[in-house]
Protein backbone atom coordinates (compact mmCIF):
# COMPACT_ATOMS: atom_id res chain seq x y z
CA UNK A 1 0.00 0.00 0.00
CA UNK A 2 1.41 3.28 -1.41
CA UNK A 3 -0.01 6.63 -1.00
CA UNK A 4 -0.96 8.01 -4.70
CA UNK A 5 -0.43 10.75 -4.58
CA UNK A 6 -0.74 11.57 -1.27
CA UNK A 7 -2.86 10.02 1.48
CA UNK A 8 -5.90 10.96 0.75
CA UNK A 9 -5.53 7.67 -2.20
CA UNK A 10 -4.07 4.90 -1.60
CA UNK A 11 -2.31 2.44 -3.52
CA UNK A 12 -2.93 -1.25 -3.28
CA UNK A 13 -0.63 -3.83 -4.97
CA UNK A 14 -1.78 -7.50 -4.97
CA UNK A 15 0.11 -10.27 -7.44
CA UNK A 16 -2.06 -13.35 -8.47
CA UNK A 17 -0.63 -16.59 -9.16
CA UNK A 18 -0.82 -15.99 -13.12
CA UNK A 19 -3.12 -14.16 -15.48
CA UNK A 20 -6.12 -15.94 -15.13
CA UNK A 21 -6.04 -15.43 -11.02
CA UNK A 22 -5.30 -11.63 -11.42
CA UNK A 23 -8.20 -11.61 -13.83
CA UNK A 24 -10.64 -12.94 -10.74
CA UNK A 25 -8.92 -11.24 -8.42
CA UNK A 26 -10.24 -7.81 -10.02
CA UNK A 27 -13.55 -8.84 -10.71
CA UNK A 28 -13.92 -9.79 -7.09
CA UNK A 29 -12.23 -6.84 -5.95
CA UNK A 30 -14.54 -4.56 -7.76
CA UNK A 31 -17.47 -6.59 -6.02
CA UNK A 32 -16.13 -5.89 -2.57
CA UNK A 33 -14.04 -2.29 -2.83
CA UNK A 34 -16.46 -0.12 -1.06
CA UNK A 35 -16.88 -2.50 1.69
CA UNK A 36 -12.97 -2.53 1.99
CA UNK A 37 -13.03 0.88 1.71
CA UNK A 38 -15.63 0.86 4.58
CA UNK A 39 -13.46 -1.40 6.44
CA UNK A 40 -10.53 1.07 6.30
CA UNK A 41 -12.86 3.68 7.53
CA UNK A 42 -13.77 1.90 10.27
CA UNK A 43 -9.47 1.42 11.46
CA UNK A 44 -8.58 4.75 11.09
CA UNK A 45 -8.77 8.36 12.74
CA UNK A 46 -9.04 10.65 9.90
CA UNK A 47 -11.74 12.54 8.50
CA UNK A 48 -12.16 11.26 5.14
CA UNK A 49 -11.19 7.62 4.67
CA UNK A 50 -8.82 7.24 1.55
CA UNK A 51 -9.73 6.13 -1.59
CA UNK A 52 -8.53 2.59 -2.52
CA UNK A 53 -7.30 1.61 -6.06
CA UNK A 54 -6.30 -1.28 -6.64
CA UNK A 55 -3.38 -2.28 -8.87
CA UNK A 56 -3.73 -6.40 -9.27
CA UNK A 57 -0.61 -8.02 -11.71
CA UNK A 58 0.04 -11.57 -12.63
CA UNK A 59 3.54 -13.09 -10.76
CA UNK A 60 4.82 -13.20 -14.67
CA UNK A 61 4.40 -9.08 -15.21
CA UNK A 62 6.21 -8.68 -11.41
CA UNK A 63 9.35 -11.14 -12.73
CA UNK A 64 10.12 -9.31 -15.34
Same mark, same amino acid.
Given at each position: VEPAPDVSRLAVTLVASGPVQATLARERIALVAAILREQVAAS $?? +? +?????? $?FRVTAATEVDR
Open positions: $VH +R +RRAPEL $V
